[in-house]
Protein backbone atom coordinates (compact mmCIF):
# COMPACT_ATOMS: atom_id res chain seq x y z
CA UNK A 1 0.00 0.00 0.00
CA UNK A 2 2.41 2.56 -1.33
CA UNK A 3 1.54 5.82 -2.88
CA UNK A 4 -1.02 7.65 -0.28
CA UNK A 5 -0.85 10.51 1.62
CA UNK A 6 -1.92 11.05 5.29
CA UNK A 7 -4.78 13.38 5.61
CA UNK A 8 -5.20 13.44 9.19
CA UNK A 9 -6.31 11.52 12.32
CA UNK A 10 -9.72 10.73 13.88
CA UNK A 11 -9.61 9.31 17.13
CA UNK A 12 -6.04 8.88 16.70
CA UNK A 13 -6.22 6.64 14.00
CA UNK A 14 -4.42 7.68 10.73
CA UNK A 15 -6.73 8.61 7.70
CA UNK A 16 -4.82 8.22 4.50
CA UNK A 17 -6.00 8.84 0.65
CA UNK A 18 -4.57 6.50 -2.13
CA UNK A 19 -3.27 8.91 -5.10
CA UNK A 20 -5.62 6.93 -7.35
CA UNK A 21 -8.85 8.18 -5.49
CA UNK A 22 -7.12 11.54 -5.97
CA UNK A 23 -6.57 11.37 -9.19
CA UNK A 24 -10.23 9.98 -9.85
CA UNK A 25 -11.35 12.64 -8.02
CA UNK A 26 -9.59 15.06 -10.01
CA UNK A 27 -11.20 13.00 -13.45
CA UNK A 28 -14.34 13.01 -12.23
CA UNK A 29 -14.65 16.88 -11.22
CA UNK A 30 -12.85 17.73 -14.76
CA UNK A 31 -15.68 15.13 -16.17
CA UNK A 32 -18.15 17.40 -14.77
CA UNK A 33 -16.16 20.70 -14.67
CA UNK A 34 -18.40 21.92 -17.89
CA UNK A 35 -21.75 22.97 -16.68
CA UNK A 36 -22.25 25.16 -14.91
CA UNK A 37 -21.29 24.38 -11.05
CA UNK A 38 -20.61 21.41 -12.37
CA UNK A 39 -17.07 21.24 -10.89
CA UNK A 40 -17.75 22.17 -7.41
CA UNK A 41 -20.77 19.50 -7.56
CA UNK A 42 -18.55 17.16 -8.03
CA UNK A 43 -15.72 18.36 -5.79
CA UNK A 44 -18.96 17.98 -3.27
CA UNK A 45 -20.57 14.71 -4.52
CA UNK A 46 -16.57 13.58 -4.03
CA UNK A 47 -16.55 15.04 -0.24
CA UNK A 48 -19.62 13.19 0.42
CA UNK A 49 -18.29 9.79 -0.55
CA UNK A 50 -15.17 10.33 0.97
CA UNK A 51 -17.10 11.26 4.29
CA UNK A 52 -18.98 7.91 3.60
CA UNK A 53 -16.44 5.60 3.48
CA UNK A 54 -14.58 6.88 6.61
CA UNK A 55 -17.63 6.79 8.30
CA UNK A 56 -18.17 3.61 7.55
CA UNK A 57 -14.44 2.43 8.25
CA UNK A 58 -14.91 4.49 11.68
CA UNK A 59 -17.50 1.99 12.77
CA UNK A 60 -15.33 -0.82 12.51
CA UNK A 61 -12.18 0.91 14.04
CA UNK A 62 -14.31 2.05 17.00
CA UNK A 63 -16.18 -1.52 17.83
CA UNK A 64 -12.71 -3.16 16.98
CA UNK A 65 -11.17 -0.77 19.43
CA UNK A 66 -13.72 -1.76 22.21
CA UNK A 67 -12.79 -5.16 21.62
CA UNK A 68 -9.32 -3.92 22.12
CA UNK A 69 -8.19 -4.33 18.71
CA UNK A 70 -6.40 -1.05 17.70
CA UNK A 71 -6.50 0.12 13.86
CA UNK A 72 -3.04 0.69 12.33
CA UNK A 73 -4.77 3.32 9.70
CA UNK A 74 -7.68 4.21 7.80
CA UNK A 75 -6.79 3.82 3.94
CA UNK A 76 -9.44 5.24 1.37
CA UNK A 77 -9.05 3.77 -2.19
CA UNK A 78 -11.01 4.29 -5.12
CA UNK A 79 -13.56 0.71 -4.54
CA UNK A 80 -14.42 1.93 -0.86
CA UNK A 81 -12.22 2.04 2.37
CA UNK A 82 -10.35 0.05 4.36
CA UNK A 83 -9.45 0.02 8.00
CA UNK A 84 -6.31 -2.05 8.78
CA UNK A 85 -6.02 -3.83 11.95
CA UNK A 86 -3.09 -4.58 14.19
CA UNK A 87 -4.00 -7.91 14.98
CA UNK A 88 -7.02 -10.50 14.01
CA UNK A 89 -10.02 -10.47 16.51
CA UNK A 90 -9.43 -13.33 19.43
CA UNK A 91 -12.63 -14.44 18.72
CA UNK A 92 -14.65 -15.34 16.21
CA UNK A 93 -18.04 -13.27 17.39
CA UNK A 94 -15.54 -10.27 18.28
CA UNK A 95 -14.73 -10.56 14.17
CA UNK A 96 -18.88 -10.69 13.49
CA UNK A 97 -19.26 -7.00 15.13
CA UNK A 98 -16.48 -5.62 14.13
CA UNK A 99 -16.77 -6.66 10.12
CA UNK A 100 -21.33 -5.20 10.79
CA UNK A 101 -20.10 -2.58 12.49
CA UNK A 102 -19.35 -0.92 9.12
CA UNK A 103 -22.56 -1.42 7.01
CA UNK A 104 -24.41 -0.81 10.52
CA UNK A 105 -23.34 2.96 10.63
CA UNK A 106 -23.56 3.12 6.58
CA UNK A 107 -27.83 2.09 7.25
CA UNK A 108 -27.99 4.56 10.03
CA UNK A 109 -26.39 7.30 7.90
CA UNK A 110 -28.45 6.03 5.28
CA UNK A 111 -31.35 6.06 7.58
CA UNK A 112 -30.76 9.70 8.47
CA UNK A 113 -30.44 11.30 5.52
CA UNK A 114 -33.67 9.55 4.21
CA UNK A 115 -35.58 11.08 7.32
CA UNK A 116 -34.02 14.40 6.23
CA UNK A 117 -35.31 13.95 2.86
CA UNK A 118 -39.28 12.89 4.08
CA UNK A 119 -38.54 16.85 6.16
CA UNK A 120 -37.21 18.54 2.77
CA UNK A 121 -35.88 16.89 -0.34
CA UNK A 122 -32.65 18.42 -0.50
CA UNK A 123 -30.19 16.97 -3.07
CA UNK A 124 -27.58 16.36 -0.66
CA UNK A 125 -29.35 14.32 1.71
CA UNK A 126 -30.67 12.34 -1.69
CA UNK A 127 -27.07 11.76 -2.23
CA UNK A 128 -26.20 10.09 1.05
CA UNK A 129 -28.86 8.42 1.38
CA UNK A 130 -27.95 6.74 -1.92
CA UNK A 131 -24.60 6.33 -1.27
CA UNK A 132 -24.70 5.14 2.07
CA UNK A 133 -27.56 2.55 1.34
CA UNK A 134 -25.06 1.08 -1.31
CA UNK A 135 -21.66 1.10 0.84
CA UNK A 136 -24.22 -0.74 3.31
CA UNK A 137 -25.96 -3.53 1.27
CA UNK A 138 -22.78 -4.00 -1.07
CA UNK A 139 -20.98 -5.03 2.01
CA UNK A 140 -23.15 -7.18 3.73
CA UNK A 141 -23.19 -9.50 0.24
CA UNK A 142 -21.94 -12.48 2.14
CA UNK A 143 -18.33 -12.79 0.02
CA UNK A 144 -14.70 -12.41 1.04
CA UNK A 145 -13.39 -9.44 0.96
CA UNK A 146 -16.53 -7.18 1.63
CA UNK A 147 -17.93 -7.19 5.08
CA UNK A 148 -20.38 -9.76 4.86
CA UNK A 149 -17.88 -12.54 3.54
CA UNK A 150 -15.88 -12.19 7.49
CA UNK A 151 -19.17 -11.90 9.33
CA UNK A 152 -20.07 -15.32 7.29
CA UNK A 153 -16.54 -16.74 8.22
CA UNK A 154 -17.11 -15.73 11.36
CA UNK A 155 -20.12 -17.54 12.00
CA UNK A 156 -19.26 -20.99 10.00
CA UNK A 157 -15.99 -20.93 12.11
CA UNK A 158 -17.86 -22.91 14.69
CA UNK A 159 -18.95 -25.19 12.58
CA UNK A 160 -16.18 -25.89 9.89
CA UNK A 161 -13.11 -24.75 11.69
CA UNK A 162 -10.99 -21.84 10.23
CA UNK A 163 -9.99 -23.25 7.47
CA UNK A 164 -13.08 -24.37 5.84
CA UNK A 165 -14.67 -21.27 7.19
CA UNK A 166 -12.45 -19.22 5.16
CA UNK A 167 -12.24 -21.33 1.84
CA UNK A 168 -15.93 -21.09 1.75
CA UNK A 169 -16.32 -17.45 2.37
CA UNK A 170 -13.50 -16.91 -0.67
CA UNK A 171 -15.39 -19.18 -2.76
CA UNK A 172 -17.67 -17.10 -2.48
CA UNK A 173 -15.85 -13.99 -2.89
CA UNK A 174 -14.80 -15.55 -5.90
CA UNK A 175 -17.98 -16.35 -7.29
CA UNK A 176 -19.46 -12.80 -6.84
CA UNK A 177 -16.38 -11.48 -8.48
CA UNK A 178 -16.94 -13.43 -11.41
CA UNK A 179 -20.51 -12.32 -11.49
CA UNK A 180 -19.35 -8.81 -11.77
CA UNK A 181 -17.48 -8.93 -14.41
CA UNK A 182 -20.06 -10.91 -16.59
CA UNK A 183 -22.11 -8.03 -15.94
CA UNK A 184 -19.69 -5.82 -16.23
CA UNK A 185 -18.74 -6.45 -19.81
CA UNK A 186 -22.98 -7.40 -20.32
CA UNK A 187 -23.70 -3.99 -19.59
CA UNK A 188 -20.74 -2.60 -20.91
CA UNK A 189 -20.00 -1.04 -17.05
CA UNK A 190 -15.90 -0.70 -17.14
CA UNK A 191 -16.25 0.00 -13.21
CA UNK A 192 -18.20 -3.13 -12.34
CA UNK A 193 -15.41 -5.20 -14.10
CA UNK A 194 -13.46 -3.41 -12.39
CA UNK A 195 -14.75 -3.66 -9.01
CA UNK A 196 -14.78 -7.69 -9.65
CA UNK A 197 -11.10 -8.22 -10.78
CA UNK A 198 -10.72 -6.05 -7.65
CA UNK A 199 -12.35 -8.71 -5.36
CA UNK A 200 -11.07 -11.30 -7.07
CA UNK A 201 -7.85 -10.35 -6.38
CA UNK A 202 -8.13 -9.12 -2.48
CA UNK A 203 -10.62 -12.48 -1.99
CA UNK A 204 -7.53 -14.95 -2.74
CA UNK A 205 -5.09 -12.90 -1.01
CA UNK A 206 -7.64 -12.58 1.80
CA UNK A 207 -7.82 -16.60 1.74
CA UNK A 208 -3.77 -17.15 1.07
CA UNK A 209 -3.22 -14.80 4.52
CA UNK A 210 -5.98 -16.49 6.36
CA UNK A 211 -5.10 -20.22 5.75
CA UNK A 212 -0.89 -19.19 6.65
CA UNK A 213 -2.88 -17.77 9.76
CA UNK A 214 -4.79 -20.69 10.85
CA UNK A 215 -1.85 -23.26 9.48
CA UNK A 216 1.14 -21.71 11.97
CA UNK A 217 -0.30 -18.48 13.41
CA UNK A 218 0.51 -20.82 17.10
CA UNK A 219 3.63 -22.01 16.14
CA UNK A 220 6.58 -20.69 17.69
CA UNK A 221 9.69 -20.14 16.06
CA UNK A 222 11.44 -22.62 18.03
CA UNK A 223 8.50 -25.44 17.07
CA UNK A 224 9.87 -25.26 13.29
CA UNK A 225 13.66 -25.97 13.81
CA UNK A 226 15.30 -28.73 12.08
CA UNK A 227 18.26 -29.96 14.02
CA UNK A 228 21.38 -30.05 11.86
CA UNK A 229 22.47 -33.17 11.79
CA UNK A 230 26.77 -32.06 10.82
CA UNK A 231 28.35 -28.70 9.63
CA UNK A 232 30.33 -28.58 6.84
CA UNK A 233 34.13 -27.14 7.02
CA UNK A 234 33.89 -24.19 4.11
CA UNK A 235 37.44 -26.10 2.89
CA UNK A 236 34.83 -29.05 1.91
CA UNK A 237 34.31 -30.23 -1.55
CA UNK A 238 31.04 -30.15 -3.07
CA UNK A 239 31.54 -34.28 -3.08
CA UNK A 240 32.01 -34.25 0.58
CA UNK A 241 28.71 -32.51 0.94
CA UNK A 242 26.72 -34.55 -1.45
CA UNK A 243 27.80 -37.47 0.89
CA UNK A 244 26.41 -35.66 3.63
CA UNK A 245 22.88 -35.00 2.10
CA UNK A 246 23.02 -38.56 0.85
CA UNK A 247 23.67 -39.94 4.52
CA UNK A 248 20.89 -37.03 5.82
CA UNK A 249 17.84 -37.74 3.47
CA UNK A 250 15.78 -34.85 5.58
CA UNK A 251 18.24 -32.39 5.72
CA UNK A 252 17.57 -29.47 3.07
CA UNK A 253 20.39 -27.62 3.77
CA UNK A 254 23.60 -27.77 5.86
CA UNK A 255 25.60 -24.71 7.66
CA UNK A 256 29.09 -23.91 6.88
CA UNK A 257 31.52 -23.04 9.44
CA UNK A 258 34.42 -21.58 9.38
CA UNK A 259 36.06 -22.60 12.88
CA UNK A 260 33.18 -21.42 15.33
CA UNK A 261 31.76 -18.76 12.79
CA UNK A 262 28.80 -19.91 11.19
CA UNK A 263 29.36 -18.43 7.33
CA UNK A 264 26.15 -19.70 5.85
CA UNK A 265 24.58 -22.57 4.51
CA UNK A 266 24.44 -24.65 1.44
CA UNK A 267 20.88 -26.25 -0.16
CA UNK A 268 20.82 -29.83 -0.98
CA UNK A 269 19.02 -28.89 -4.57
CA UNK A 270 22.43 -26.53 -5.19
CA UNK A 271 25.04 -29.38 -4.37
CA UNK A 272 22.96 -32.21 -6.30
CA UNK A 273 23.15 -30.12 -9.24
CA UNK A 274 26.10 -29.52 -9.37
CA UNK A 275 28.75 -31.84 -7.45
CA UNK A 276 28.22 -34.33 -10.37
CA UNK A 277 30.21 -31.39 -12.92
CA UNK A 278 32.70 -29.72 -10.36
CA UNK A 279 32.68 -32.39 -7.37
CA UNK A 280 36.71 -30.58 -6.09
CA UNK A 281 34.92 -27.22 -5.95
CA UNK A 282 34.93 -25.70 -2.70
CA UNK A 283 31.89 -25.24 -1.06
CA UNK A 284 32.15 -21.88 -0.93
CA UNK A 285 31.11 -21.69 -4.58
CA UNK A 286 27.82 -22.35 -3.35
CA UNK A 287 27.34 -20.82 -0.03
CA UNK A 288 24.54 -19.34 0.55
CA UNK A 289 25.50 -16.17 2.80
CA UNK A 290 21.87 -14.49 2.64
CA UNK A 291 20.66 -16.31 5.76
CA UNK A 292 18.96 -14.63 8.95
CA UNK A 293 20.71 -15.43 12.07
CA UNK A 294 17.90 -15.53 15.29
CA UNK A 295 17.36 -16.98 18.27
CA UNK A 296 14.53 -18.60 18.06
CA UNK A 297 12.41 -16.47 20.16
CA UNK A 298 8.80 -15.25 19.05
CA UNK A 299 6.19 -16.58 16.77
CA UNK A 300 6.98 -18.49 13.94
CA UNK A 301 4.95 -15.69 11.86
CA UNK A 302 7.38 -12.96 12.76
CA UNK A 303 10.28 -14.85 11.71
CA UNK A 304 8.98 -15.78 7.98
CA UNK A 305 8.37 -11.50 8.21
CA UNK A 306 11.91 -10.94 9.24
CA UNK A 307 13.31 -13.57 6.76
CA UNK A 308 10.91 -12.07 3.90
CA UNK A 309 12.31 -8.45 4.79
CA UNK A 310 15.79 -9.82 4.41
CA UNK A 311 15.02 -12.68 1.05
CA UNK A 312 16.23 -15.19 3.14
CA UNK A 313 15.36 -18.95 2.34
CA UNK A 314 16.67 -19.91 5.75
CA UNK A 315 17.32 -19.23 9.53
CA UNK A 316 20.19 -20.78 11.71
CA UNK A 317 19.04 -20.32 14.97
CA UNK A 318 22.06 -19.70 17.41
CA UNK A 319 20.42 -19.86 20.93
CA UNK A 320 23.42 -18.99 23.75
CA UNK A 321 26.18 -19.33 21.14
CA UNK A 322 25.22 -22.63 20.16
CA UNK A 323 23.63 -23.84 16.83
CA UNK A 324 19.95 -25.30 18.02
CA UNK A 325 19.52 -25.73 13.77
CA UNK A 326 17.54 -24.29 10.61
CA UNK A 327 14.21 -22.95 10.13
CA UNK A 328 13.64 -23.87 6.37
CA UNK A 329 11.50 -21.38 4.38
CA UNK A 330 10.61 -24.59 1.68
CA UNK A 331 10.31 -27.13 4.74
CA UNK A 332 7.23 -24.34 6.40
CA UNK A 333 5.70 -24.17 2.67
CA UNK A 334 5.75 -28.13 2.49
CA UNK A 335 3.40 -28.07 6.01
CA UNK A 336 1.38 -25.23 5.03
CA UNK A 337 0.65 -27.09 1.63
CA UNK A 338 0.29 -30.14 3.33
CA UNK A 339 -2.42 -29.16 5.94
CA UNK A 340 -4.34 -27.74 3.06
CA UNK A 341 -4.61 -30.66 1.53
CA UNK A 342 -5.53 -32.36 4.76
CA UNK A 343 -8.15 -30.29 5.43
CA UNK A 344 -10.38 -29.98 1.79
ZN1 LIG B 1 -16.60 -2.35 5.73
Not at 28 to 37: E, K, L
Amino acid sequence: MGWSLTIGRVFGIPVKVHVTLLLLVGVVVAMTASTPHGGIAGLLFAALVFGSVLFHELGHALVARRFSVETREIMLLPIGGAAVLSKSPDKPSDEMWIALAGPAVSLLVALAAWLVTLVSPVEVARDLLVVNLILGLFNLIPAFPLDGGRALRAGLVRWMGMLRATRTAAKLGRLLAIALVVLGIYHGQFLLGIVGGFIFVAAAAEERGTMIRAIIGHRTARDAVQPAPQTLGVASTAAEAARVFRAHIEARALPVVFGDAILGVVHRDVIEACAGNTPDAPLQNFLDRNVLTHNGSGSLLALLQEMGRAGSRIAIIVDEGSLRGLVVLEAILDDIRAARHAEF
